[in-house]
């Protein structure tokens, strides 16, 4: 299988989209709970910049009584009843709450289903960010936009050797910057980052 990965010095150099979209259609990824009592949402995991590997996040608003205040997340939300598909509404997610529409994406799979401690049941979505507008987030919901170096993750992702293991939601923490991303939106990139370094190429 074609590695979608390069590494030199500990420090990510490039990512193809093709190896990344074969290692994501073989491989199996988290299905949904057997039991329904969790509520279906539905994010977008996108990267951008192929040469120097970046994934996109928000913070949510700092708002009195929001559940997910001052957390970090990957933009998308729950799903409507108008909305077709799982995909359909992480699509119109993305468009409600940043401004990026379906044609700057170029969707690449599934990384399946993860669960929150709220009961929501979250299906994760891989993209490439064509990064070709500008983004319009909502302030309702989003304080600020993070543009994260995939580098930076897979270091800690490393030093705190959470390969080949699931830590335990007190362990799984990512710093960047001045926040830390933590619960399931660590989980959903700790199994992002355990698919590409099970096919890694040193440069």
């Known amino acids: 299988m074609k590695s979608p990965l390069q590494l030199k010095d500990e ?14 259609s073989n491989h199996p ?21 192929l040469e120097e590997p970046h994934i996109l996040a928000i913070q949510k608003a700092d708002s009195e009584g929001y559940p997910w205040r001052n ?21 119109r ?12 994406v170029d969707f690449i799979g599934s990384l399946g289903h993860f669960q929150t401690i709220n009961h929501r049941d979250i299906e994760v979505f891989t ?3 064509k990064a070709g507008g500008p983004m319009r987030p909502d302030p309702a919901e989003i304080s600020r936009i993070l543009k994260i170096p995939l580098r930076v993750l897979v270091r800690t992702h490393k ?3 959470f390969n080949g293991r699931i830590p335990d939601v007190d362990e799984l923490r990512y710093p960047f910057e001045d926040v830390v991303i933590w619960g399931a939106t660590a989980r959903i990139l700790h199994h992002f980052i355990e698919l590409l370094l099970e096919v890694v190429t040193p440069d």
């Open 11 to 24: 420090g990510l150099v490039g990512i193809d989209i093709e190896g990344l979209r074969d290692i994501i």
């Open 29 to 49: 990824s988290p299905e949904p709970p057997d039991y329904r009592t969790f509520k279906p949402a539905c994010v977008f995991l996108l990267v951008f910049d």
């Open 71 to 91: 957390q970090v997340a990957l933009p998308g939300g729950h799903l409507d009843a108008e909305d077709i598909s799982p995909l359909d509404g992480a699509f």
């Open 93 to 104: 997610e993305l468009e409600e709450e940043m401004g990026i529409s379906r044609d700057q």
């Open 127 to 129: 993209g490439l960010w």
């Open 159 to 161: 030093n705190k050797n």
